[in-house]
């Protein structure tokens, strides 16, 4: 047995205090929850008792829209009213919609599609967490990022009068569960990149500069793609722009920044763009396009083969090209660049406040080359050797040729 109502009392982002209640459907389901409006249980229960003498307890129900009726074209890039209302406020990302739409068809639509929307509580939420993690299989980091769009789709329904109360106040994100990465170390760094680099790399100089570049600087796999010949400058690169399954488009954060580089490395970046001009560098089109991610990647695991690593090895290390940003992140803390100047080079953001107002210009941070010399050669010496870059390029026939 159970009362008519229960009473809970919640924060609301005034930072006011409210009695909300839920109420019980003849099937002895729970509803709601609904504000009282009182700031006290004891009038909110007044309140209550008043509503049920009425039978006015279960509120709006006749007519609640199912969270599939809602959510009807809510991803809509086009059509949408959440993302006209969004894109007044903010700028959106194709991508960042194609993400949740996915979000939604594969994991949210499928569970919570029949629900009346003002049956989704805190509890169906946390249900759905652990049918995530024990029927799916889903790590808790993943899963918080499934929730993001979710909570974004009900605080709209509560904005716009649909639910009276946000099901999401009292849900706190999954515990982070991400396997630890072991970076690569300078001396398989060193082993990749050397003297025997051609034999590593299969003498394909456009992945190995590709996959260097993102180990010094900590440049996203797009943005390493997204370098052009017009920005390449004599001591240092300027990241503007990003490539991608959605084209030549600004950076993730939408920031610009330069990066310092060591002089053998502009002297390789140099020697792409004597091949594909102010055009896309890791290009084998002329500098029209640039190579596929894939292409990148595919030649980092047959490097990672061929000094030794296994494909255990690789999978239980978390070797993937994101993990270069770990590596250059650590690398040159190491190194002894403050995090400050770290975020600078690698563009990452903090979550902090205060660090929204700190502004570091990377070239002024002499010490950055230094770092990447020491990294690929054990030594902050450069050598006085230099590998001649081989590059490859497709002819007009669509054959391959070797460009020195």
């Not at 194609?98 to 949210?108: F, I």
């Not at 049956?119 to 967490?129: G, L, N």
Request: proline share 3%; aromatic share 10%; charged share 30%.
């Amino acid at each position: 047995m159970h009362n008519d109502f229960t009473l809970v009392s919640r924060k609301v982002p005034s930072g006011k205090t409210v009695v909300y209640y839920y109420a019980y459907n003849g099937e002895g389901q729970r509803l709601g929850p609904w504000t009282t409006g009182q700031v006290n249980k004891t009038a909110a229960r007044n309140y209550c008792n008043l509503l049920n003498r009425k039978g006015k307890l279960l509120q709006n129900v006749k007519g609640m829209p199912t969270f599939s009726e809602f959510s009807q074209g809510f991803w809509d890039w086009e059509n949408s009213p959440y993302l006209k209302d969004r894109r007044k406020r903010a700028e959106l990302t194709r991508a960042y919609v194609d993400k949740a739409k996915m979000v939604y068809d594969n994991h949210l639509e499928k569970y919570f599609g029949k629900m009346p929307l003002d049956t989704i509580t805190s509890e169906t939420i946390e249900a759905w967490f652990d049918h995530l993690i024990t029927k799916e299989k889903l790590k808790h980091t993943t899963i918080n990022g499934y929730y993001k769009p979710f909570k974004t789709m009900l605080r709209w329904a509560v904005k716009k009068r649909v639910l009276l109360a946000d099901p999401t106040l009292d849900i706190q994100k999954l515990s982070d569960d991400r396997k630890d990465l072991k970076i690569i170390t300078p001396e398989e760094l060193r082993a990749l990149f050397g003297k025997n680099w051609r034999q590593v790399w299969d003498n394909d100089r456009i992945v190995c500069t590709a996959n260097k570049l993102a180990a010094l600087t900590g440049m996203r796999t797009s943005e390493v793609l997204g370098l052009k010949g017009e920005y390449v400058y004599t001591d240092h690169i300027y990241v503007c722009a990003q490539f991608d399954k959605y084209g030549y488009r600004p950076t993730k954060t939408k920031d610009t920044h330069n990066i310092p580089l060591l002089a053998d490395i502009i002297a390789e970046l140099e020697e792409l763009k004597a091949v594909n001009g102010q055009g896309f560098l890791f290009s084998e089109n002329g500098g029209e396009t640039p190579i596929k991610r894939r292409d990148m990647y595919d030649g980092y695991m047959a490097a990672l083969k061929r000094i030794g690593f296994t494909e255990n090895d690789i999978k239980k290390r978390g070797l993937n090209l994101h993990a270069w940003r770990h590596f250059a992140n650590t690398e040159l803390q190491k190194g002894g660049l403050s995090v400050k100047q770290v975020q600078s080079v690698t563009n990452h953001k903090s979550t902090r406040m205060t660090e929204l107002y700190t502004h570091f210009d990377p070239m002024e941070f002499g010490d950055v080359p230094k770092i990447q010399a020491e990294l690929l050669n054990g030594t902050t010496e450069r050598q006085e050797e230099k590998p001649t870059l081989s590059i490859v390029r497709l002819t007009e026939t669509g054959t391959q040729e070797k460009a020195s």
